[in-house]
């Protein structure tokens, strides 16, 4: 089992429909949406839902 400190929190998308949900990553790259076992589409598979440049991070680098 993995310890705490080893589980990532993480923006999860299902592979069937594109719904997002909060998730956590494993060390060993599972990935489980938090709160239920699946989507609401009835998929259990889920990718990692990336970052996009355009996103708001606050560390933006000045013109």
Same mark, same amino acid.
Request: charged share 25%; hydrophobic share 30%.
């Given at each position: 089992?993995?310890?705490? @400190? @080893?589980? $990532?929190?993480?923006?999860?998308? +299902? $592979?069937? +429909?594109?719904?997002?949900?909060?998730?956590?990553?494993?060390?060993?790259?599972?990935?489980?949406?938090?709160?239920?076992?699946? +989507?609401? +589409?009835?998929? $259990?598979?889920?990718?990692?839902?990336?970052?996009?440049?355009? @996103?708001?991070?606050?560390?933006?680098?000045?013109?």
């Amino acid at each position: 089992m993995a310890h705490k @400190d @080893d589980v $990532t929190r993480v923006l999860a998308a +299902c $592979t069937a +429909c594109g719904s997002v949900y909060a998730a956590r990553q494993w060390p060993d790259g599972e990935i489980r949406i938090i709160g239920q076992e699946g +989507c609401s +589409c009835g998929s $259990t598979d889920f990718e990692l839902v990336e970052e996009s440049e355009g @996103d708001s991070t606050g560390d933006a680098a000045s013109e």
